[in-house]
């Protein structure tokens, strides 16, 4: 485990100004807030990885939401996606609470890190392909942080998914040619490392139901052991 490394890397990523649309947009939704959270000081940084640096699993979402990780600085915290995932976490042994609500709130990861292939809220939650390929060195170098331990991650929706088999390739894990496919509850076995694809806990997906509680708890539970850290 390389915990001076991880967390020089978080304040690195922290200090990122590599996107000028990303920053102007980040930077203006942390002046203008949102009513609800009109007393917050936002973060309106990049946002880096949460979660131990011995990880056995990690979770590769897609990017901050405006009001969520780009308002509290920690990942999935403080929107509906992560109310999701955490509840999810918990649900499976891998969080110590369902929520996750400030960066100060108590919550610890067991095992597993959280992590997105683009660091900074995008405006419609869509970063552009060269914005996701700019961000990619930094989760390069997280992934080779983590290897020692690392042995299996999810990647949430097909975004997260195109950008996480080239940064698995450059960090040092064999992927197959050609790049499989995103699906959900896929999985592909790289060198020491099972990789699994899950639908993004995003809104449309768990209010229409196509993500459900038990589907997501049913891919973490499974990769979680394939980690080694079932129960």
Partial sequence: MDISGLNQLDRRVAGCRACPR???WREEVARTKRAAFADWTYWGRPVPGYGPSDARLLIIG???AAH???????????????????????DVGLASQPTSVHAGDGLELYGARVTS??????????????ER??????LVQELRLLRPTLRAAVVLGAFGWQAAL??????????PRPR????????VALDGLD????????????????????MLREVLRTAAEAAGLGS
């Avoid at 292939?117 to 060269?130: G, R």
């Fill in 22 to 24: 990303l920053v102007a």
């Fill in 62 to 64: 897609l990017a901050p």
């Fill in 68 to 90: 969520g990780g780009n308002r509290t600085g920690r990942m999935f915290t403080g929107d509906r996606s992560g109310d999701a995932l955490y509840q999810a976490l918990y």
């Fill in 117 to 130: 292939p683009v660091h900074c809220a995008p405006p419609a939650n869509k970063p552009t392909p060269e």
């Fill in 133 to 138: 390929d700019t961000c990619r060195p930094w």
């Fill in 166 to 175: 080239p940064a698995f390739a450059e960090a040092g894990w064999s992927v």
């Fill in 180 to 187: 499989p496919a995103f699906a959900h509850g896929t999985r």
């Fill in 195 to 214: 990789l699994f694809g899950c639908f993004h806990v995003s809104q449309r997906n768990t209010f229409t139901g196509r993500l459900t509680p038990e």
